[in-house]
């Protein structure tokens, strides 16, 4: 399993809002619109429900906002880089953050989903990932760093 | 239409009695007297002599049920005691019985003849006792120990005894009214071949059925051949005049010792075909019951018989039983076990009818249908006290039968930990590694039901690496196919894990509040360890 087979050139952004709220929303947005969700409703209300029981701010700047749902045939993963920071996003080392990873899967796809999770997090680990991917001047300039 | 009736009358009146603690067998015999000839006469005679062959086959199943409780382990614990109890109850009745009938009819009649006649006849009779109601009460009540196992060695022998001391009484009786009697080595004849025939019989039959049933295992077939060579052994020894009761029974103790696994389920299918057919049977039995043809001299009679017959049966059991040194519970509580008899009695109280024609057999049919009415009463009722008393009650009880009357209440772990939808994976491994069960109920901060965490969500978790510090319950979590209340009956809830096919279920309350946790294999050892308690119980009554 590659964490390049979920990359769309779709659902990257270049985040333009600095607040956890808009982020989230905008990031949700764009992939209900772009893999034609009817439940968009739905999906807000898991990502920020899931956001009230423990923030997913991991550290080292990076978010890994995450949930399932009954419907989504397969996981969508969108990125987001806000090169300043969104100082309100909660994280376990006070570092702000800079880098989201918004993962949706379905409901009984709880394999596929820890394991793109892991992937993430494995890939992120690596500082010059993470730098390359704040330092990214344009969308086709990350997709490339994300399937590198 | 008849019997619709009366299957469905005495089961409605035995739910009744029940909520009394009153043993279902006198239900039926109640609803059977008021649908008789004496009282609304819905059931007349010529329906109850029409159902002559059906009496034969409930007796011939049951004799065939106590005879596959007989197995060759506990006669051979039991042997001894079963033999001294035997003889004592069955030949302390009989003398009893003759010298209070011979005492009370000798101040009524001046026939000395015919009250010699009564006095054996009733005598012999009064040692059977009846297999059927016993084993009803016993099945009832669940029971199992050595008061149990001594009641049904008991009952399936005695009618043997009973047959014995009818054929002497018989041939004595022949020789006192002076009718031709046959003589003494004809009569000893009579008995050796009703004994020894009805017992080859059952041995053939028996040995046949095993030969079948060791071939198929399909229940259709088990229970199909089962009555067909039930009904087969029945019929020869009806055409052969010998006793059906003994071949069945006979039959059904070489089955019990020859193939004992595979005729269990023999037997528990059986048992299972029987609760209709003994409605039937003993609410026809009630219907019988004609009060038009006593008078007072019978009356006397039946009082005597009575007497004699309690005291026989009980003063003899507890004898015997001490004798033999049986367990306390057996020389305490056997006396109260021993006095229902219903249709040994009667069958051979028809027979008298025939071999005897006139005063003497109108008379003991008469005084046997109101002595069994009387001691259908209070024989069950008596037998359930001693059981209960004896702590054999509820002993009896099989994993179905845990199952059956069971809720969800009773089996639920309500020691399950509580997996907060906000826990972090170290401390959801932590639960996992401290106690053994493989689901844990995902709850909200008010204990209501959100998901399951399995053992494979774990190990999903412990393969990939990273996500210790940001993975929680909520993200494990699987959403719960089903969820019951704490009242659901356990065949239910059963129903549920197969039809969905999952190994565990929440208990929740009304508030979808979890209170309780079923895993499949958690069920299975709690009943288990309940029936292990059970059967430890019953073993230490002796």
Known sequence: MKLN????????????ENKKREVLLQMINSICENKRLNNKERVNEAIFYRESLMSTGIGLGIAVPHVRIKGIKEPIVAVGIQKDGIPDYE????????????????????????QILSLVVTKLKQSEVRERLIEAKSKEELYQILIS | MLIGLTVFLGTSASRLFKRFKVPQVIAFIIIGFLLGDSVFGIINREFLSAFSPF??????????????????????????QFINILFSEALLSFVLVTAFVVLIGNMFFDNSAFVWALGLLLGAISAATAPASTTDVLWEYKTRGPLTTTI????????????????????????????????????FF????????SVGIGILGGF?????????SDKYGIITFSLGIIILILGISDFLECDVLLSAMTAGVFMTNYIPRKSKEMFELISELMPAPYVVFFTLFGAQLNLGNLN????????????????????????????????????KYLPWCLFSQAGVAIGLSILASERFPGEIGDSIVVIITVTTFVVQIVGPLAMRIAVTGAGEAGLNITEEDIIRESEAKDIMDINVPFIYEHMPLAQILKTFSETDNLYYPVVDKNQRMLGVITVDHIKNSLMTTGLHSFIIAYDL???????????LPMTEVFEILNRYNIEYLPVVSGSDKVIGFLERRQISRKIFSKLIELQKKAEALG
């Open chain 1, 5 to 16: 087979n979920y990359i769309d050139g779709n659902l990257i952004f270049l985040l333009q």
């Open chain 1, 91 to 114: 994280t376990i080392d006070n570092i702000p953050v800079k880098i989201v990873f918004l993962i949706i899967a379905g409901e009984d796809q709880h394999k596929e989903y820890i």
């Open chain 2, 55 to 80: 009496n034969i086959f409930v007796l011939g199943i049951t004799g065939f049920l106590i005879g596959g409780e007989l197995k060759k382990e506990i006669f051979g614990k039991y042997g001894k």
């Open chain 2, 152 to 187: 049904l060695g008991i009952v399936g022998l005695d009618d043997g005894l009973g047959l014995v001391l009818f054929a002497i009484a018989s041939s004595i009786t022949f020789a006192i009214v002076g009718t031709g009697a046959p003589a003494i080595s004809s009569m």
């Open chain 2, 190 to 197: 009579h008995i050796l071949y009703d004994i020894g025939v």
């Open chain 2, 208 to 216: 046949l059925l095993s030969l079948i049933i060791k071939k198929i």
């Open chain 2, 296 to 331: 007072l001299p019978i009356i006397f009679i039946v009082i005597g018989y009575l007497i004699g017959r309690t005291l026989g049966k009980g003063l003899g059991a507890n004898m015997g039983a001490r004798i033999s040194k049986a367990p306390a519970t057996v020389k």
């Open chain 2, 477 to 487: 979590m699987e959403p719960v196919v089903a969820k019951v209340s704490p009242d």
